[in-house]
């Protein structure tokens, strides 16, 4: 798929090597730009290149965007026409493969909608490209967002760019491998659970998952109206800043009601705004004692020292650390309130009878996953066949919703009690897990998919160096508050990250690297009942 869009325009920009896009930022590339350094082709050709080079080796695409070079163009006239407006002027910007974008399939990465194509752009995409970004193509998913292992029928097994025996987290692990790997500036996720925070914790980068209904869903390939949300995935805080402030410049949308609650006062923010004011110091945090596994092992140590590492730091920056003991504050129970099974299926039945989508494909779960072109892994048997018969009118639906508005209360209370500012835990227990492993376990995001509430994902440092993880596995860390307090904590996140720098580029970004074995697309299982218990390194037998 990749090959036949290089084929057609590697000789339009092989040669242009004038912009560096390792690391770059939403300001280097309107500095090359203002400064005529380089243009909006040489900005996109670049980013398309790295792709190229380094893809073959994570697999975190899943298709590129064929108009991606003719909207450059078109910027270029723009620019020289002396038009410089746009928060995002040229910035190359991927989307995870859930997200409708016109010229582009929304799969899932699911092969059973493989030609499900969108006629209109989701309000976060219209969003981006009215801001002037340049969409360069897809990201690969765990299959339909349902696990955290990034690996799908469609685009195989995505690999983490600082250790290739393990996953990259998920399910927006691709955008996480892909922006960890500079193939663009930021990118776009979804999170139901855990799902955009969990890749940036694994690929040492910074993700925000925004108050429920701040950024509208519409156009985006539900799980659950209920825990659903998108935002993006950065290498910086201010990156992640400006990159919010677009994505919920929509405002409310009457087809997506959870943006019908959102309060005046929270609309139309600059969320780069007031991100370098005041310090840390005075900030009461607290510490989510349940969220961590004290467990010493190889896979828990690294986490248990990061954040003890990181609780150390912000003591000695003046913050004070309140120790949270309530039994609630426990991940393990809090997953018994997870709605997703309830609401899979009317969701995505919703999102496929749309009239924006086209093409040769499934309109119903069930068809999706009677067509036998769908990747069920072992540990998500019991979720598909609930999933198939539940639905909100369940008694257990009910119950779980009691028990999330109880949780709710908790969370305000705990707030206003210890007069806290923000609250804090590792994103994952113990280290991302390796390829092949049946489920990612050991993560905290359920609180926060419960709650609506926002979160800001850290990194707080990395395991040792071993042979297969040249730097270390990244390691990250929650920042959570009270709903519509994005600002706060991005300005939590920003001083943290800048006291402490720990972003560190994969170690192979700028070398040759061996074709790596992991990728190769898994077999498809239309009888969830014939899948063996477990499978080998990505790949279903």
Not at 446 to 455: D, E, H, K
Request: aromatic share 6%.
């Amino acid at each position: 798929m990749l090959g036949a869009f290089f084929l057609g325009t590697q000789a339009v920009y092989a040669h242009t090597e004038a912009f560096e896009p390792l690391e770059s930022t939403i300001e280097s590339v309107r500095t090359a730009l203002v400064t005529k350094s380089a243009t909006c082709r040489t900005v996109v050709s670049s980013f398309l290149s790295r792709i190229e080079k380094f893809n073959p080796n994570i697999n975190a695409i899943v298709s590129l965007n064929p108009d991606a070079l003719f909207a450059a163009d078109e910027l270029d006239k723009k620019l020289a026409a002396g038009d410089l407006a746009g928060k995002l002027l040229c910035v190359p910007v991927l989307l995870k493969d859930n997200y409708d974008a016109i010229g582009t399939n929304t799969t899932g990465s699911c092969a059973g909608l493989a030609g499900n194509r969108p006629i209109v752009d989701t309000p976060s995409v219209k969003a981006l490209k009215k801001e002037g970004a340049v969409i360069l193509g897809k990201t690969n998913l765990h299959e339909m967002a349902l696990e955290g292992l990034t690996v799908s029928s469609l685009g195989g097994q995505t690999v983490n760019p600082y250790d290739q025996t393990r996953t990259p987290g998920g399910s927006s692990g691709g955008t996480g491998a892909a922006i960890a790997t500079s193939f663009a500036v930021f990118g776009t996720g979804t999170d139901a659970v855990n799902s955009l925070r969990s890749p940036a914790s694994a690929n040492d980068l910074v993700s925000v998952r925004p108050t429920r209904g701040l950024i509208s869903r519409t156009g985006i390939m539900p799980v659950s109206f209920t825990q659903d949300t998108i935002g993006p995935i950065a290498r910086s805080i201010r990156d992640l800043a400006v990159a919010l402030t677009v994505m919920a410049s929509v405002g409310a949308d009457e087809a997506d009601n959870a943006t019908l609650l959102v309060p005046p006062e929270a609309r139309g923010i600059d969320y780069t705004r007031g991100l370098d004011d005041g310090s840390l110091n005075g900030l009461r945090i607290g510490l989510l004692d349940g969220f961590w596994n004290h467990t010493v092992s190889d896979e828990t140590t690294p986490v248990i020292d990061a954040l003890e590492s990181t609780i150390d730091f912000l003591k000695s920056e003046g913050v004070e650390i309140i120790n949270v003991t309530e039994s609630i504050y426990n991940a393990s129970s809090l997953a018994d309130l997870d709605v997703q099974q309830y609401e899979f299926k009317e969701s995505l039945n919703n999102y496929l009878s749309s009239p924006s989508l086209t093409g040769d494909r499934p309109t119903t779960w069930d068809e999706v996953y009677e067509s036998g072109n769908f990747l069920v892994i072992p540990a998500q048997y019991s979720f598909i066949n609930n999933s198939r018969i539940g639905s909100p009118t369940d008694p257990g639906y009910t119950t779980a919703k009691q028990g999330i508005d109880d949780l709710k209360a908790a969370v305000n209370k705990t707030f206003i009690s210890n007069k806290l500012d923000a609250v804090i835990y590792p994103e994952q227990k113990n280290l991302v897990v390796k390829i092949g492993s049946p489920s990612q376990a050991g993560r905290n995001g359920i609180l926060a998919a419960l709650t609506g509430v926002p979160v800001v994902a850290v990194p707080v440092g990395f395991s040792q160096p071993s042979l297969d993880a040249p730097i270390g596995v990244p390691i990250g860390m929650e920042i959570l508050g009270l709903p519509f307090s994005e600002e706060k904590l991005l300005n939590i996140a920003n001083h943290f990250t800048c006291l402490r720098p720990l972003r560190k580029t994969p170690a192979f970004a700028n070398d040759t690297v061996p074709t790596n074995p992991y990728v190769s697309v898994p077999k498809v299982h239309p009888d969830i009942s014939n899948i063996p218990p477990a499978y080998p390194l990505g790949v279903l037998h």
